[in-house]
C-alpha cells in the first residue's frame, strides 16, 4: 500500500491514489499513470517520437480528461468546423488555398512545452508551418482546410496536455486585465506583509528595550506574516527558477529567478532557524520587503510590456463589445442589441454617430464620414459613400450608417494588422538575443560570486557568510540588464505603431540605425499617383486663366478620369465657379469631350503641336473653332512628408537614391525637383533587384521603400524593406514594416525613434554596468545588509523599465 501511494503518474507527475493506478508500456518500459487521460496523451507523444518532451518538461499537476483517450473531436469542438465560426477565426494566406489562425495557448510554462506543441502540430497532416512565441503564448498555424481543420487543431493540442482556442482581441484584454489584476493583488500582499513586519521589526531598529517573550511573539508573529508573502506573493518566481534548473540540461542557462528564489529561501531558512533556536538575525523584515520592491517594479515593467507589445491589443482595444443589429432589414429598422462575437458575415448593422464600427461591411445606406486613425494613422475624416468600404475599428462621426457585415473575427483588416504585429515579437532582433544570452551567463557568474564571498567570509567571519551570500544574490540580480534591450525595443515598436508604422520583422529598429543607403520607388512611394493641375499656358489673347479654368471645368463636370479631377479640384481651391454651357458636353471615348463648338482633350484630337514639359503626369488643350484657348499641365503629387524624410536622412549621412520604372527624363527630372543626387529611370523589377544587389556588395546596408506589390524584388532584397499602403499585397511583398499613413512624414520620427532607441539602450547598459560594478562589492564586503540590497536591485530595474518607457512619450 505504502508503495502505491509513492507511485507518481509518468506524465502530470502527481501522485498515484490507491485504486487509480494504470499501467501501459511505450518504448519497451512500463510506466505508470494515474488515469485513462495521462496515459492517451504520453501515448500520443511516444506514438510521434516525441518522447524526449519528458526529459525537458517542467513539472506539471494537471490531470487531463479521458475523453482525449480516442480519435474522436469532442462535441464542444466541432463548431468550430461550421464555415461561419472558420471564417472568424481563420483568414487566408497565400495563393494556394492555405488559411492562417491565430490560437491562444494555455499552461505552456516552458520552453520544452513550446518545443513540443510545435513538434507535435507540423506533424499533421495539412499543416505547412507552425510558429509560437512563448512571450505572447500565441501559435500562428497555416494549414489546408481540406486536409484538417480548426477542430481537430484545438483537439490535438488538448491531446498533449495543454489547451488553446481561437484569438480574439477582446478575450486576450481580458487575459491582460486578468494578469495585471493578479500581479497586484500579489503586490498587495507583500505590500502588506512588509509594514506589518517592519513594524514588528521596530523595537530591533531602535534599540527598544523589550521582554524576551514579547521579542519571541514578535519574531513568529512576523514569521506567520512571511509565509504568505514566501507562498503566495513570491510563489511565481519559485516556479520560474525551478522550470530554468529543470531546463538547465538543454538550455545551460540560468534564468533571473533563480538567484532571487535561492536567496529567499536561503533567508526565510536562516530566519526560521535562528527564531527557533533563539538568537542571530530572522531576515523577515528583508525578505517582505525585497518581495514587495521586486514585485512593484515588476508590475511596473508588465504595464510597459502590454503597452508597448500588444500591438494586437492596443488595435482591437476600441473595437465594442456589443452592437445594433437589423434583423429584418430593410423591411424594418428595427434593431437589437446583440454581443458582436454572434454576428455573422451577410447580417446588417447600423452605427450611430460616435460609435465604433464593430466589423469589416460595406456601407448600404446613410453616407457618413469616419475617422481611420486607428488603422493608417490619419487624423483626416475619411468621407464614406454607398458601397465603400467601412472597417472594423474605425469611429463614425458624421450620420447614423447601415452596412452589411462581410468580415468579422480574425478575417477583418485590424485582425490581420494585429496578425502582422504579432509576427514581429516571433524574431527577436539580434541585440535582445544577445542581451539575453549575457543575462544568462551573468546568472551563473553571480551564483559562483556568491558562494565563494559567502565561503570566504566563513573563514574570516562565520557570523557574516550567511548575510553576505544573500545580499550577493539579491543585489546582483541581473533583471536590470536582461531588461536594459527588450524593454526598449519593444517600447520603440510600440510608438512607432501609433505613428502608423507597423513593424512586421524585429530587426527594423535596429537596422534603421545601420542604413547607409535610402532607395526610393517614384510612383505610389516618392509621388501619390495622383495628378495636380500645375499651370495653364498658351492663353488666347482675351481669355484670363480663370475663364480658361471656368469653361474646361464646366465641361469635366460629372467625369470621373483624374485629370478631370484635376481640374474640378482646382477650381474649387480657387473658389471660382463653372460657367454654365447652352449645350450639352458629349465624351469622345479616347479623345475628349465636346460641348458645341469647344473641344477638350488631346493634342492629337485638336491636331496641335505637343509640347513636352519634363516630369509632366499629362496635358489637355482646350479650343475651338478658332483654335487653341488654352493648354492644361498636370504634375504628379509629391507625397506629403516627403522633405521631412530626405532633411532626416541627409542629417543622418543617408545617401537617398531615386529607382523607378519610369522614363529616365521623367525620373531624372524629380530627382532634381525634390533633391535627389543618386536617380535610375526606366527599371525593370529586375533591374531595381541588381541596383540594390550591387550597392550591398559595396558594403552598404540599404534601407527600400516601395509600394509593396511591384517592388516586390526592391523590397525583399533590401537589408530594411517598408511597404507603403496597406492590406494583403504588403504581406506577400515580404516588406519589414508597413506604413498605413499616407504622409511619409512618420518613417522620419521613427528614424529619429530608432536613434533615441539606441540612445536609451545605451543608457540602460551603462546603468546596469555601474550599478552591478558598485553593488557586487559593496555586498561581498559585507558593506550592505539584505534589505537594502533588495531595494537597489528592484530600483535598478524600475529606472530601466521607467527609461524605455520614454520611447512611448516621443
Known sequence: MNNSIKL?????????????????????????????????????????????????????????????????????????????????????????????????????????????????????????????????????????????????????????????????????????????????????????????????????????????????????????????????????????????????????????????????????????????????????????????????????ELLARQDAQGGAEALAKQLPATCD??????????????????????????????????????????????????????????????????????????????????????????????????????????????????????????????????????????????????????????????????????????????LGVLIVRGHVMEGLVKASDLVLDKTGTLTMGQPELQEIINLRQGYSREDALALAAAMEAGQRHPLALSILRAIELENSNPVLLSNPVTNEMGKGLSCGSYRLGSAVWLRLERNTHDGQYGQVHLADEHGLIASFIFLDTPRVGLQHLLRAAQARNITVHLVSGDDSATVAWWANHVGIQHYRGACTPEDKYEYIERLQKEGRFVWAIGDGVNDAPLLARANISIAVGAGAPLAAAGADAILTASSLEPLAKTLALADKAQVIIKENLLWALVYNLLAIPAAMLGLVNPWIAGIGMSLSSLAVTLNAWRLRKA
Open 325 to 498: 443589429r437589423l434583423p429584418h432589414y430593410p423591411a424594418s429598422q428595427d434593431f437589437e442589441i446583440v454581443p458582436v462575437v454572434n454576428c455573422n458575415p451577410g447580417e446588417v448593422l447600423r452605427v450611430s454617430p460616435g460609435e465604433v464600427v464593430p466589423a469589416d461591411g460595406v456601407l448600404i445606406e446613410n453616407v457618413s464620414a469616419l475617422d481611420e486613425s486607428l488603422l493608417t494613422g490619419e487624423a483626416k475624416p475619411v468621407e464614406k459613400k454607398i458601397g465603400d468600404r467601412v472597417y472594423a475599428g474605425t469611429h463614425n462621426i458624421l450620420n447614423p450608417l447601415i452596412m452589411r457585415i462581410d468580415a468579422v473575427g480574425q478575417s477583418t483588416r485590424i485582425a490581420g494588422i494585429a496578425s502582422l504585429l504579432d509576427q514581429a515579437l516571433l524574431a527577436k532582433p539580434v541585440m535582445v538575443s544577445l542581451a539575453e544570452k549575457w543575462a544568462a551567463y551573468f546568472v551563473a557568474f553571480l551564483l559562483l560570486s556568491a558562494f565563494i564571498s559567502s565561503a570566504i567570509w566563513l573563514y574570516f567571519d562565520p557570523s557574516q557568510a550567511w548575510t553576505v551570500l544573500v545580499s550577493v544574490l539579491v543585489a546582483s540580480c541581473p533583471c536590470a540588464l536582461s531588461l536594459a534591450v527588450p524593454t526598449a525595443m519593444a517600447a520603440a515598436q510600440g510608438a512607432v505603431t501609433k
Open 8 to 300: 507518481t503518474c509518468y506524465h502530470c507527475l502527481s501522485a498515484i491514489l490507491p485504486g487509480e493506478l494504470i499501467e501501459a508500456e511505450l518504448g519497451g518500459v512500463q510506466h505508470q499513470f494515474c488515469c485513462p487521460g495521462c496515459m492517451a496523451i504520453a501515448q500520443t507523444i511516444h506514438g510521434e517520437g516525441l518522447e524526449v518532451f519528458y526529459a525537458r518538461r517542467a513539472q506539471s499537476s494537471d490531470k487531463p480528461a479521458a475523453y482525449l483517450a480516442g480519435n474522436e473531436i469532442p462535441e464542444r469542438l466541432k463548431p468550430y468546423d461550421d464555415p461561419s465560426l472558420r471564417g472568424r477565426f481563420t483568414r487566408p494566406y497565400g495563393d494556394v488555398g492555405e488559411l492562417e489562425t491565430t490560437l491562444r495557448l494555455e499552461k505552456i510554462r516552458c520552453a520544452a512545452c513550446v518545443w513540443l506543441c510545435e513538434q507535435h502540430l507540423r506533424r499533421l497532416i495539412g499543416v505547412k508551418d507552425v510558429q509560437i512565441n512563448y512571450v505572447t503564448q500565441k501559435v500562428i498555424v497555416h494549414f489546408l482546410p481540406e486536409q484538417t481543420s480548426l477542430a481537430r487543431l484545438l483537439f490535438e493540442i488538448e491531446r498533449i496536455g495543454y489547451e488553446a482556442w481561437p484569438f480574439e482581441p477582446s478575450l486576450s484584454l481580458d487575459r491582460a486585465k486578468r494578469e495585471r489584476r493578479q500581479l497586484l493583488t500579489r503586490l498587495g500582499v507583500a505590500l502588506l506583509g512588509m509594514m506589518q513586519v517592519m513594524m514588528y521589526a521596530w523595537p530591533t531598529y531602535v534599540g527598544a528595550d523589550i521582554t524576551p517573550e514579547f521579542e519571541v511573539l514578535l519574531g513568529w508573529t512576523s514569521w506567520a506574516l512571511t509565509v504568505p508573502v514566501m507562498v503566495y506573493s513570491a510563489g511565481p518566481i519559485f516556479q520560474a527558477a525551478w522550470r530554468s534548473i529543470q531546463t538547465f540540461k538543454q538550455t545551460r542557462m540560468l534564468g533571473m529567478d533563480v538567484p532571487i528564489a535561492l536567496a529567499l529561501g536561503l533567508a526565510f531558512i536562516a530566519g526560521t532557524i535562528n527564531l527557533i533556536k533563539g538568537f542571530g538575525q530572522s531576515y523577515f523584515d528583508s525578505i517582505t520587503m525585497f518581495v514587495a520592491f521586486i514585485l512593484a517594479a515588476r508590475y511596473v
